[in-house]
């Protein structure tokens, strides 16, 4: 059986996350990539749209997580966001990575990343 894998990277996004308050209030740039393996060998088989990963819904969903919640750790929120993109995408295996450019620490860093998979 064939494994498809189908990537959004470095979805750029504004949210109010964080471990202090001040970045939960004032908010900040966040990227996002997520990598989905799913066998799409029916959809490549048909060339049936419908039967395939909707990288605009897996889109709107991380839009939904990163902007309209609020959550202290990045883990929380990269969890959150492959345990949802496993469950409604029919996918076998979720890699999420999410990057906070602007870190609050005293020292030259380009951005800290987390990162999760689930599988099924």
Not at 31 to 36: F, G, R, S
Not at 78 to 91: E, H, M, N, P, T
Not at 94 to 101: A, D, E, G, S, T
Request: aromatic share 6%; no cysteine; net charge negative.
């Amino acid at each position: 059986m064939p494994k498809y894998k189908v990537s959004l990277e470095n979805i750029r996004l504004y949210g109010y996350h964080g471990a202090s308050e001040n970045e939960r209030e004032l908010g900040q740039r966040f990227e996002v990539d997520v990598e989905i393996t799913a066998d799409l060998s029916d959809a490549v088989r048909t060339d049936d749209m419908k039967r395939t990963v909707n990288y605009e819904s897996v889109y709107r969903l991380i839009e939904r997580e990163v902007v309209g919640e609020k959550y202290h750790l990045l883990e929380t929120m990269a969890d959150k966001i492959a345990r949802d993109v496993l469950s409604q995408f029919g996918a076998e295996e979720v890699l999420v990575r999410v990057r906070k450019p602007s870190v609050p620490i005293a020292g030259s860093i380009d951005h800290v990343e987390i990162e999760v998979v689930h599988t099924r």
